[in-house]
């Protein structure tokens, strides 16, 4: 005997329906078993490894030497300016954005709010403590930036020495522009950029002399 002309339907639309709803429900209960595990795996670390016990960092800051022990997660301002009491680098945002917080490594300018201390092994750190010569007497980046008044309350200026020093060494401090361009990632909230634009110009050639 033939179906009834809907009847067809109908056990295809339960059909559907069911397959859908178990489907569904699977993958329900695949989502909340992961998420289960990953919470399992964040609550207990692996056996005998906690990152919140400090480990061994061996530091080379201003051409010294530092030994000491550090959580994993500590940053590199912070390793400066806690444990090392070098507290010329200053923290701004640390978020990285606002360049209060710049040091060298190797060289090169660096956000240590973004760097992780243990990362800067085996590097050499440079920060504003270690730029004036072994003397006392000022870099001629520190000097410009007396002679041209590029600072009001002083908070910022030893990451724009720090950037403005890297800045030139890189070949960025051809004119104003570039100069400006090359150090937007320091802010001054006091808005002293004409003056450290003139400061840039004036250390610029005893640097590369130098």
Known sequence: MADHPGTGKSRLSLH??????????GATAAVVARG????TSEATPAAGVNPRTPRPV?????????????DARTSLLDALRDHLRLTGTKKGCDH???GACTVHIDGKRALSCMSFAVMAEGHEITTIEGLAAPAGDLHPM????????AFQCGYCTPGQIMSAVACVKEGHAENDDDIREFMSGNLCRCAAYPNIVAAVKQARDAIREG
Not at 36 to 39: H, K, R
Request: hydrophobic residues 35%; negative net charge.
């Open 36 to 39: 289960a595990e990953a919470q």
């Open 96 to 98: 990285g954005q606002c």
């Open 58 to 70: 061996t530091l080379s800051v201003n051409g010294q030497t530092h030994e000491i022990g550090l």
């Open 142 to 149: 520190q000097q410009a930036f007396v002679d041209q008044d």
């Open 16 to 25: 559907r329906r069911g397959f859908l709803t178990a489907a569904a429900t």
